[in-house]
């Protein structure tokens, strides 16, 4: 499991590709990489959070503010978290955390690409 490499290869088809070719999204290839992600934090939610509040335990450490940022990321290829309620309730209490930097640092990402 490679969360980066997963997560980036799905935001380069939705976003990346389109803009550097000016082709639209190879939706194809797109559902390929998003089946990759959902296999990717399926194992997150199993074997990282398990019963935990963050990944580590109970309290936040740089692995969540790491794989939170990844995991942002991957959200304007569509609605990436929405089978994965353990994993957005975990982005959630990350996003509590580090209030108000996580969402500061984000925004430019989320609000640059709309459908």
């Given at each position: 499991?490679?969360?980066?490499?997963?997560?980036?290869?799905?935001?380069?088809?939705?976003?990346?590709?389109?803009?550097?070719?000016s082709?639209?999204?190879?939706?194809?290839?797109?559902?390929v990489?998003?089946?990759?992600?959902?296999v990717c934090?399926?194992q997150?939610e199993?074997?990282?959070?398990?019963?935990?509040?963050?990944?580590?335990?109970?309290?936040?450490?740089?692995?969540?503010?790491?794989?939170?940022?990844?995991?942002?990321?991957?959200?304007?290829?569509?609605?990436?978290l929405?089978?994965h309620p353990?994993?957005?309730?975990?982005?959630?209490r990350?996003?509590?955390?580090?209030?108000?930097y996580?969402d500061?640092i984000h925004k430019?990402?989320?609000n640059?690409?709309?459908?």
């Amino acid at each position: 499991m490679n969360t980066r490499t997963i997560g980036n290869k799905a935001f380069y088809t939705k976003v990346l590709a389109p803009w550097f070719t000016s082709k639209p999204v190879d939706t194809q290839q797109l559902q390929v990489d998003l089946e990759a992600v959902a296999v990717c934090y399926r194992q997150i939610e199993n074997n990282f959070l398990g019963d935990s509040s963050f990944l580590c335990g109970e309290e936040i450490s740089l692995a969540d503010i790491f794989a939170a940022c990844e995991i942002v990321q991957t959200t304007v290829c569509g609605d990436t978290l929405g089978q994965h309620p353990k994993l957005q309730s975990w982005i959630h209490r990350v996003q509590q955390k580090l209030s108000p930097y996580f969402d500061e640092i984000h925004k430019p990402l989320l609000n640059s690409y709309k459908e």
